[in-house]
């Protein structure tokens, strides 16, 4: 699918808006450092930094609420030369690699004392289920939009070093109280929100709310994007954990295959387990213009498979390059590539800590869920600005 053109604004018309602190510490590196940095074959790479472009070059983020994003003023020569570099979208190798190489600059992220700071690398992909836009049949299980009476209280826009917190609730007289549960939700109807679509599954449909968003396949053979929209506010509650704690398999054992074959087992217990989770994810529909991008991240860009990561913001700004040290899933052959830091998570927090984007499907899925193993990043920054910083 062709992108459309990228306009990049000029320097001066950009806000020069307030420093976010960043916790990281950062070395500046060369090129020649990065593990395996001349094997990558930098395969969607500019698409990628394209789209990053049309992200950085935002000069507000509406109602995206980021705790820290990469300096738009930083980046406006790096987008400038990639729109006069006139490379088309699917380039690749060396003139990729020269170009980076020219704008950018690695810098180490550290622990301290000079050590390289190293995380825990997972990963996450976009589910594929079916569903349906009515209930019949096997569709019986929902997914809801975001209901009408959900608050979101933005707590960053009073207090500063609050900055990215938000806290939901809904109103009981003057009070603002928590949110319902999964389970409050369940079993009252007045109290459920519309419906986007049914899904055939319960444990996909869980699933695909850990996620955060999925595709649908529709019974006339079409396919809708669920995208994330909001969620009730409530802590996530592992359904893994209940099952090995009631002594219906071993944790070792709690994978989405088995937990599947339990719910077919006990149709008589499913919504008791759904109900150990009190988070609920609402959803909306989008409708699929690339089949090759993913959902869009925390960022508002959509993810490329095995080229975007989601960080904590705190110690890589979103919009960033970064090069990636890991493994494989099961600690097999090295991973090391160049992808973007596009989105975050509840779970993602420290330095290197970072959840790898597979891609769509069964196969995505399964790669995703076999991995957790340590990795280290490099930024790459922009020459001319010195270390990484954050707006």
């Known amino acids: 699918m062709a992108l459309a053109p990228l306009s990049v604004p000029p320097l001066s018309s950009l806000p020069e808006t307030p420093a976010r602190p960043l916790q990281g510490r950062y070395a500046p590196a ?11 074959g930098l395969f969607h790479v500019w698409k990628g930094l394209l789209n990053d472009c049309r992200g ?7 109602s995206l609420a980021n705790p ?7 980046w406006q020569p790096v987008c400038q030369a990639a729109v006069q570099a006139n490379l088309g979208p699917e380039a690749e190798g060396d003139a990729v690699r020269r170009f980076l190489q020219t704008y950018l600059r690695p810098w180490r992220l550290e622990q301290g004392s000079g050590r390289p700071a190293s995380g825990m690398v997972t990963g996450y992909y976009e589910p594929l289920i079916h569903a349906s836009r009515t209930r ?9 939009a975001t209901p009408s009476d959900l608050l979101v209280v933005d707590l960053g826009a009073v207090y500063p070093e609050l900055a990215g917190k938000r806290v939901r609730g809904k109103l009981e007289g003057r009070r603002v109280v928590p949110y319902d549960t999964r389970a409050e939700i ?9 419906v986007v679509v049914w899904a055939n599954d319960p444990v996909e449909a869980f699933f695909l709310q850990i996620q955060g968003s999925g595709r649908a396949i529709l019974p006339d053979g079409s396919v809708i994007r669920l995208a994330y929209a909001d969620h009730n506010g409530r802590p996530y509650v592992s359904i893994g954990q209940w099952l090995a704690h009631q002594g219906e398999m071993p944790l070792v054992q709690t994978s989405m ?11 008589d217990r499913v919504q008791q387990m759904l109900n150990v989770n009190p988070a609920m994810v609402f959803f909306r529909e989008e409708t699929i213009t690339d089949p090759e991008l993913g959902p869009s991240g925390a960022y508002g860009v959509p993810l490329q498979p ?6 904590d913001p705190g110690f890589v700004p979103l919009g960033t390059p970064v090069y990636l040290d890991t ?16 989105d975050t998570g509840a779970a993602i927090r420290g330095a290197a800590r970072a959840d790898f984007y597979w891609g769509t499907g069964d196969e995505a899925g399964a790669q995703a869920g076999r991995m957790k193993q340590s990795g280290q990043m490099w930024l790459l920054w922009p020459v001319q600005a010195g270390a990484p910083s954050a707006r």
């Open 136 to 144: 019949s049949g096997a569709y019986q299980w929902p997914l809801y």
């Open 257 to 267: 295959q088995n937990i599947k074959q339990w719910a077919r087992s006990h149709p």
């Open 186 to 194: 369940a079993a009252n109807p007045a109290r459920q929100p519309p």
């Open 56 to 62: 950085l070059m935002r000069p507000a983020l509406g």
């Open 68 to 74: 820290a994003r990469a300096n738009p003023r930083a």
């Open 327 to 342: 493994q494989q899933p099961g600690g097999g052959a090295p991973l090391r590539r160049l992808v973007y830091a596009l």
């Open 30 to 40: 060369s090129w020649e450092s990065l593990p395996g940095w001349s094997s990558d």
């Open 306 to 311: 095995q080229r975007a990561i989601a960080v």
